[in-house]
């Protein structure tokens, strides 16, 4: 069973709007989350993340919002760009340690 | 500072035989985790080492082992192949302790005919 989950596997965006993808989660005690992103052969970068005991963080053009009560987050990119185009990745840090990864969210940014 | 290094970039197996992927972490980090991509189940779990010993693992077949030299270079090895197999094979490493990030390497992509 998924225990994060990214419900869009794409989304497609016009450059220069704000591009918002969507994770949920169903396990209440994961405390720390991250967004990764990946371009085609390359490994996942680390993009930003978040803690349990925040609602909001910023870096940037990039900004998560994490909604406990929902079990739901969102990373917001304003302004999109081209170069954003690429699959992001949700992660929740499990309680051994490990990161649980969702599906991915390939992101399209238009010119 | 060199990033994680993963050999080979490329791999064409047949059913039945076996691989061995190699990773070289960040100088420093001192854990080394695996994780297979595919199109389908995203990036799932397969193991973790620190200091030579594996100390969490996924839910894999006995047929993924890995193990942790003294240097943190780490091996993982896949026996009697099937073509379920086929995927991308990422290394990612950490610094000691708790994680918060992970560093991931460009990944081993594995065909199995």
């Known amino acids: 069973d998924q225990q994060v989950k990214q419900n869009s596997p794409s989304l497609s965006v016009q450059e220069g709007r704000i591009s918002i993808l969507n994770c949920d989660y169903t396990?209440?005690?994961?405390?720390?989350f991250l967004w990764y992103k990946k371009y085609p052969a390359e490994g996942p970068t680390f993009l930003i993340s978040?803690?349990?005991?925040?609602d909001k963080n910023e870096d940037g053009r990039f900004t998560v919002f994490l909604n406990k009560s929902a079990k739901h987050l969102s990373l917001h990119i304003v302004p999109s760009q081209p170069g954003d185009s690429a699959v992001y990745f949700c992660?929740?840090?499990?309680?051994?340690?490990?990161?649980?990864f969702g599906k991915g969210t390939k992101l399209s940014v238009k010119p | 500072k060199a990033g994680v290094t993963q050999t080979p970039r490329y791999l064409i197996k047949t059913r039945g035989q076996q691989v061995t992927l190699s990773c070289s972490p960040i100088?420093?980090?001192?854990?080394v985790s695996w994780y297979q991509q595919t199109p389908g189940q995203g990036l799932q779990f397969l193991f973790e080492?620190?200091?030579?010993?594996?100390?969490n693992k996924g839910n894999f077949p006995g047929r993924f082992s890995g193990r942790q030299f003294s240097n943190s270079r780490s091996e993982m090895n896949v026996s009697t192949l099937e073509l379920g197999d086929s995927a991308l094979y990422l290394c990612?490493?950490?610094?000691?302790?708790?994680?918060?990030?992970?560093?991931f390497g460009s990944g081993t992509q594995l065909s199995v005919l």
């Open positions: 990612a490493s950490s610094l000691v302790g708790t994680v918060k990030e992970l560093f």
């Open positions: 396990n209440s005690m994961f405390d720390y």
């Open positions: 978040i803690s349990s005991i925040k």
């Open positions: 992660a929740a840090k499990g309680s051994q340690g490990n990161l649980i």
């Open positions: 100088s420093g980090h001192r854990s």
């Open positions: 080492y620190f200091s030579e010993t594996q100390r």
